[in-house]
């Protein structure tokens, strides 16, 4: 939930910011006017509860004579206090309602418009020339043995699919390294439940516009995460932190779901964009005045991991259009698929500034000891999507595929070769 002081100050600010993102200004005048009716509805409450107070002072010291009327109006006012109650938590709700309505406000310096409007930062690495036909990530992985789409499909529906051999192990081999760089950056290796209830799902902010995408176990009254980020962020929920040392941060290894809805026909081919996933994603908790920098730190991380995969990649501004609701910035990484021959992403790392925690209540102590609220941050470190660039750009012409250095270790092998 955005700041409600910040809103009454700078609405036109978070007018734009809702343009930027193609989404409903008139949802600012929605939020005012529900935050003006909250706090005359809690004024008027407090008001009669004060005159109900008083007049239960008067009655005790008034005579015998005095004591019937005066107990009839004190009858009144109870009256009158249960019904500005009643209006008090009805402004409440509605007030909650027009709040989580609105979206994160858009840093300064995001480019507006929609998902083709990023701006380009950097571009590493020059993609590599294959002098032969270059193969997809689904056919090196099935010659190779380290992918199964068609029993994935078999045993779960489409979009599903086994990593065998070393495919199973590439991914643990990604997602270890992923782990051991983010312990050695200071961070807390964390395992999540994948199951969240629905209070800390909404307060991350994927009950709005990402509803669609997530799994419901209607009889549990749990969802299924998409993200590590949501357990992450719900971990210090209702909490004071003690942000003194500097930021608390967390990477949280966890399979992830998502439903994919409204993706159909849309890079059904392989494991670019499937139902399930394993993931290293690194959140933070910070002051507000130290996320832009911790961002950054964020962003180099994801660079350094992409670095040792070999893989040549890209770096975006995403446009406030294509931001998720919490995002107030948000940079992606993208690396080069060869047989697609465009860059596609494989990191993303977002400033949810104190967005997040509004909703959540995650709070720190300041330099006069008063709570105020942190701010949030993501990013992704390692994703089973990573193979797909893996595959395709050290692949050779006899159709082997040569393991990145800083992945031998894990995998045991130099090079995979095909099993036929």
Not at 10 to 25: I, M, Y
Not at 226 to 248: M, N, Q, R
Not at 267 to 289: A, L, W
Request: proline share 4%; with cysteine.
């Amino acid at each position: 939930m955005i700041d409600l002081r910040f809103l009454r100050e700078n609405p036109d600010a978070v007018r734009a910011s809702q343009r930027a993102r193609g989404e409903d200004p008139a949802l600012v005048d929605a939020l005012l006017e529900a935050d003006a009716a909250r706090r005359a509805a809690v004024a008027a409450a407090d008001n009669l509860r004060a005159e109900h107070k008083a007049m239960g002072k008067k009655v005790g010291k008034a005579t015998a004579e005095e004591r019937p009327a005066l107990l009839a109006y004190a009858q009144e006012l109870a009256a009158k206090v249960k019904e500005a109650e009643a209006a008090e938590h009805t402004a409440d709700a509605e007030l909650n309602a027009a709040q989580r309505a609105l979206s994160n406000v858009v840093q300064d310096g995001a480019p507006a418009g929609g998902e083709d409007d990023y701006v380009l930062l950097e571009t590493v690495g020059t993609p590599t020339e294959f002098d032969f036909d270059v193969k997809d990530h689904l056919e090196l992985g099935e010659a190779l043995g380290v992918l199964d789409m068609e029993r994935g499909a078999k045993v779960s529906g489409s979009r599903f699919y086994f990593l065998t051999g070393y495919g199973a192990l590439l991914q643990l081999g990604l997602l270890q390294l992923a782990a051991q760089r983010a312990v050695a950056n200071g961070f807390t290796m964390m395992i999540p439940p994948v199951l969240v209830r629905p209070e800390i799902m909404a307060g991350t902010g994927f009950l709005g516009q990402h509803a669609a995408e997530i799994y419901h176990l209607e009889e549990d009254d749990l969802y299924l995460v998409g993200t590590s980020e949501v357990p992450l962020a719900g971990y210090h929920s209702g909490e004071i932190l003690d942000l003194g040392s500097g930021p608390k941060r967390y990477a949280g290894w966890s399979s992830c779901f998502r439903r994919e809805a409204g993706s159909y026909g849309k890079d059904t081919r392989g494991i670019i964009r499937v139902h399930q996933f394993d993931k290293v994603e690194m959140f933070v908790y910070c002051k507000p005045e130290d996320a832009d920098a911790e961002h950054q730190r964020l962003l180099g991380w994801e660079r350094d991991m992409l670095a040792a995969i070999e893989v040549p990649y890209r770096v975006i501004d995403v446009a406030a259009g294509d931001l998720g609701s919490s995002a107030a910035r948000k940079f992606d990484c993208e690396a080069w698929v060869p047989s697609q021959r465009t860059y596609r992403e494989l990191t993303s790392t977002s400033n949810c500034t104190t967005f997040q925690a509004r909703r959540l209540s995650v709070r720190y102590r300041d330099d006069n000891g008063k709570p105020q609220i942190a701010a949030t941050l993501n990013g992704t470190l390692a994703t089973t999507r990573w193979i797909v660039a893996l595959l395709e750009n050290h692949q050779r012409a006899d159709g082997s595929v040569r393991v990145p250095a800083a992945l031998v270790p894990f995998v045991g092998r130099e090079i995979l070769e095909p099993l036929r």
